[in-house]
């Protein structure tokens, strides 16, 4: 009996503890994690740098609303809007908060602009989150469905359909903003391609349009890059972070630059929580141990032998599609439905996800250490290449 709200499908496994890697049960067994929360874990669990600044800070000062100055917010924004080279910050406290401060910023763009009825383009396969605008943004109908009337506001293209941005721009006064992933986590792994997101960024200043990339999975440094638009060589006019920018500790972040800089005035926008010293200390403690140590190199080396583990493992076993990804954030493809692989891991001491119903998801933390990464890959070949021999189950009907 829960008293929780059913909103989920929990496993029934409780972690106690966990050291950079290793999560421990309460029955005392020990997992390799393969998924960092859901790209949460930055540092891994337990980081002896990231323990200490929250303890210090938590003795110091929590919360004092943005009512007041934060210098630690100052720093933070500072330092992301150096790594993002953007211009300005408005700090959250989840994914889904920093896309609606996103959409409402282009929201307020195109009324500045004389446009009465903005419009978004989004993708379909996109996720930005579950509030009323955000599933709306979503392209999944799974999320949306029985929370209708949505949001409007919104025009769906196919992602990577550069031809259907420019038909909308044709045809549809009202765009003033594109908000894509440019890797889409929660649709499957799938990767925009570099010259997706170049012409992309050449349609939105062709039309004045802002650029909104939402990397709040892609982003702080999982692609080997501090965000993966950095690939393209582009900069976005609007980016949204959270899930791994503190390590574990709830934040978010939208940060604007060139026309979308300035858009929000004192009481366009707020957040209670958002910005407050604690989830920035956080923040700022994971941004250092991650150039200290060399993350975002050692996510791109990882990563690249994880993938290359994962492919020769499974190059006999039938059934997989493909082995994709950019840095610790890897899908594997297979031909059917494998969320049972879920429970397969787990009982073999490993921590994965499944999205899109047939693909494997692995986020591990960006600290993990090749001997890490190849066990990651023994256990993974071992209970996939299992699976793909006994399931028996009919086959997904997509499989591309
Ligand atoms: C997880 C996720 C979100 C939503 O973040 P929450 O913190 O759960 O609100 C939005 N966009 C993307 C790309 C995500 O992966």
Not at 277 to 292: D, K, S
Not at 306 to 326: F, H, M, N, T
């Amino acid at each position: 009996m829960s008293f929780l709200m059913n909103t989920y499908n929990r496993l029934p496994i409780a972690f106690s503890h966990g050291v950079g890697c290793r999560l421990t049960d309460t029955a005392g067994k020990t997992y390799l994690d393969g998924l960092a929360g859901i790209a949460v874990n930055t540092l891994g669990h337990a980081h002896p740098k990231l323990v200490k600044a929250i303890a210090e800070q938590s003795a110091r000062l929590m919360h004092v609303s943005n009512l007041f100055q934060i210098p630690e917010a100052e720093r933070l924004a500072e330092r992301l809007a150096a790594l993002a080279k953007m211009d300005e910050v408005f700090l959250c406290n989840s994914g889904c908060e920093a896309n609606e401060a996103a959409i409402k910023l282009a929201r307020l763009y195109g009324h500045q602009r004389g446009i009465e009825n903005p419009a978004v383009i989004v993708m379909e396969k996109a996720f930005h989150g579950r509030t009323l605008a955000t599933l709306s943004a979503t392209g999944n109908r799974k999320v949306q469905a029985g929370f209708e009337p949505l949001v409007s506001g919104f025009v769906r293209v196919p992602f990577g359909n550069i031809a259907a941005i420019e038909q909308v721009a044709l045809h549809n006064p009202n765009v003033v903003a594109v908000l894509l992933e440019p890797i889409q986590g929660e649709g499957g792994i799938r990767a925009a391609t570099i010259d997706f997101l170049q012409k992309v960024r050449t349609v939105c200043d062709q039309n004045n349009w802002l650029l909104m990339l939402d990397e709040v999975q892609s982003g702080v440094g999982r692609t080997g890059r501090w965000f993966a638009h950095q690939h393209a060589a582009i900069r976005p006019d609007v980016m949204t972070l959270a899930k791994g920018l503190a390590s574990g500790v709830p934040i978010g972040a939208c940060l604007a630059a060139g026309s979308a800089a300035g858009v929000f005035k004192p009481g366009n926008h707020g957040s209670t929580f958002g910005g407050n010293p604690l989830a920035c200390v956080a923040a700022l403690t994971t941004l250092e141990v991650m150039e200290e140590d060399a993350l975002l190199a050692r996510a791109s080396f990882v990563g690249e032998r994880i993938r290359a583990g994962l492919k020769d493992g499974l190059k006999q076993s039938r059934g997989v599609v493909e082995v994709r990804g950019q840095g610790l954030m890897i899908g594997v493809e297979l031909d059917r439905p494998c969320g049972e692989l879920v429970k397969l891991a787990l009982a073999a001491g490993l921590v994965i996800n499944v999205t899109a119903d047939n693909v494997i998801r692995l986020l591990p933390p960006l600290v993990m250490t090749d001997a890490e990464a190849d066990e990651l890959v023994a256990l993974l070949v071992s209970v996939t290449s299992q699976f793909l021999a006994c399931d028996t189950s009919p086959k997904a009907a997509s499989t591309s």
